[in-house]
């Protein structure tokens, strides 16, 4: 039986993991596909190849198919999530001389950090993001919305050179993935202030992200992929394969990462200063733990109405996360389901037992930072 | 042809960068702007104004330029995208798909003319239709916002329809504006009376 060839998009990021994981350990094969791991040099260029058919399938920043589905952006194209590939795992930190400034606050507090900022620093900060259309944008425009009379430029700064940006004085602050907060603080020219996570504490991060048109077509290959995946993301967020792991991504040819880079997102122990020992950060970055994989629609609706989408446009954009085939798909590989396809966002403080077709999902807490809560149902 | 369009090239290698602009230059394009340094990017867009950008497919700094270029005006510029390999499908995908990103082989420069010249073509179509279509959402919006201040004045001083649009634009005459603007002020000064 010849295998389908799937040609999957990807930017070399640690969280890029899931898809590498389902290739190497051969989860995809096992599946009945071929996975293709093809690297792209942006998130512009993901997208496009992406949109043209050049690639069936491949990560993407979580707000990238809500933009697309609400016509945002350079290029207009139906894509889908067809699961979350993980959660959480970006941090923000500032150059040298704004920590000095900030000296004292403490780490992970993103009130204090913003009273500190707002107060020490006068005219505004430029703060470095990867692209306009992520995660880190949002949570960084969420975040600083709760204080209005703070200025912050945005600019966009492709992840590997944010430590430059840095040192050159481009950017004052930056909202990175890792390893490129970890490589600022290790060149010296940064320090992290706080996670992503201290924002909201379960924000998806990076998505499967294929056409629409391509999923109906396909829908043997949807399915072996988003097994797959599934697959190799339980394995990475299970523990005792943790050591493993690091070694298998620093040694695939798709990261081109040294271990020392890659093995504090995967095990949570960040070092946010230069000389410092590093923290245990609890749900740093995950891949599979706490239903992370599922693409709830409420997810979708946040950052909908994070970009400034209307009623409509928030119902709409709900469709492009596909809970549905997340529940068609991964029935009868030991997924738990939950029993409802939106929750209310921000609700949770801690871990609760949810009502699901195993009968034990326990989800994360998912709080945000101000306590707000966000119902879109 | 056109060939007082504007074109800014970026492309950090100096050589290369020489060379396409040389063979810009020698198609006809006479107003192209090269830039090396992408750091200058947001200055140099925002002061030289450029139709069409060209970078790279492969150039990281393609996600900043796509923020720079959609912050401002999405409408407003094209961005062409030029690769070293000539990939005739993707060509077509992009040219059928209507983006305004183009591919052109970087090494041959005999080929950037004509696809260029098929960029700016196809760039111009979209933005004709942009600007058609924005004309046409503004025409609805007024259409609403004078239906209400017709409303407005049909209730408070129980007129008919036509009486209450002669008024609008008896008003709009002795004053010497627009039956839109008058519409707008009335609906403005309604809500905040409502």
């Known amino acids: 039986m010849t295998r389908s060839v799937l040609n999957c998009g990807y930017v070399a990021l640690v969280d890029s993991a899931p898809l590498i994981i389902a290739q190497e350990l051969e989860f995809a094969a096992e599946e009945g596909v071929e996975l293709n791991l093809v690297r792209q040099p942006s998130w512009s260029a ?16 979580s707000p990238m198919p809500v933009a697309m589905s609400l016509g945002m952006g350079s290029l207009p194209a139906k894509i889908d999530a067809l699961m979350v590939l993980s959660v959480n795992g970006t941090a923000f930190g500032a150059s040298n001389r704004l920590s000095a400034r900030l000296d004292g606050v403490p780490f992970g507090d993103p009130g204090a950090i913003l009273k500190a900022i707002a107060k020490r620093v006068s005219g505004p900060i430029r703060i470095g993001v990867p692209f306009h259309f992520s995660m880190h944008r949002l ?8 204080l209005p009379e703070l200025q912050i430029e945005e600019v966009t700064v492709p992840p590997p050179r944010m430590a430059d940006a840095v040192a050159d004085g481009h950017v004052d602050a930056f909202w990175v993935g890792e390893p490129w907060g970890s490589v600022a603080v290790q060149r010296g020219v940064a320090q992290l202030l706080m996670a992503g996570r ?11 992200a294929a056409r629409h048109d391509w999923i109906s077509q396909n829908e043997l290959e949807a399915r072996a992929l988003m097994r797959a ?7 990475l967020d299970a523990n005792q394969n943790k050591p493993l792991a690091v070694e298998i991504l620093s040694r695939s040819e798709h990261l081109d990462l ?18 410092t020992a590093p923290v245990q950060i609890p749900r740093f970055l995950h891949f599979h733990k706490f239903a992370a994989n599922f693409p709830w629609r409420s997810q979708a609706a946040w950052i909908a109405r994070q970009l400034g989408a209307d009623g409509a446009g928030i119902q709409g954009a709900k469709t492009c996360f596909r809970s549905d085939l997340y529940r068609r798909h991964l029935f009868g590989v030991n997924a738990d389901l939950p029993g409802a396809s939106e929750k209310v966002e921000g609700s949770l403080k801690f871990e609760t037992a949810v009502a699901s077709t195993r009968g034990h999902m326990i989800l994360a807490p998912d709080a945000f930072f101000d306590g707000s809560t966000f119902d879109f149902s | 042809m056109e060939t007082g369009i504007r074109i800014l090239v970026v492309e950090p290698d100096e050589d290369r960068l020489r060379d396409i602009v040389d063979a810009l230059h020698d198609a006809g394009w006479q ?5 090396a340094q992408i750091s200058a990017i947001a200055r140099t867009v925002k002061e030289y104004e450029p139709e069409i950008v060209l970078i790279d497919l492969a150039n990281p700094d393609r996600d900043t330029l796509e923020h720079i270029t959609s912050a401002t005006d999405t409408g407003k510029r094209a961005v062409a995208l030029f690769v070293d390999q000539t990939d005739a499908a993707l060509t077509n995908a992009a040219l059928k798909a209507g983006v305004s990103a183009y591919v052109v082989d970087g090494l041959k420069m005999n080929r ?20 058609e279509l924005d004309a046409a959402k503004q025409a609805l919006e007024d259409r609403k916002t004078i239906d209400r201040a017709k409303g407005f004045l049909m209730r408070q001083r129980k007129m008919t329809e036509e009486e209450a649009y002669s008024l609008l634009r008896k008003t709009a005459m002795d004053q010497g504006r627009r039956v839109i603007d008058v519409a707008q002020a009335l609906v403005t000064a309604a809500d905040l009376l409502s």
Do not use: C, N
């Not at chain 2, 107003?31 to 830039?35: C, T």
């Open chain 2, 31 to 35: 107003d192209v702007k090269a830039l």
């Open chain 2, 112 to 131: 950037i003319k004509p696809v260029l010249e098929t960029a700016i073509a196809r760039f111009k179509v979209i933005r004709q239709m942009q600007s």
């Open chain 1, 198 to 208: 201290d924002v909201w504490q379960f924000a998806p991060e990076k998505v499967l």
């Open chain 1, 229 to 235: 995946v599934y697959r190799a993301a339980g394995w």
């Open chain 1, 139 to 146: 949570l960084l425009s969420y975040w600083a919305s709760t």
């Open chain 1, 258 to 275: 040294p271990a020392e880079l890659i093995d504090p997102a995967v095990t949570g122990h960040i070092t946010p200063k230069i000389g």
């Open chain 1, 46 to 61: 993901l997208r496009d190849m992406l949109a043209l058919g050049h690639l069936d399938a491949a990560q993407m920043l």
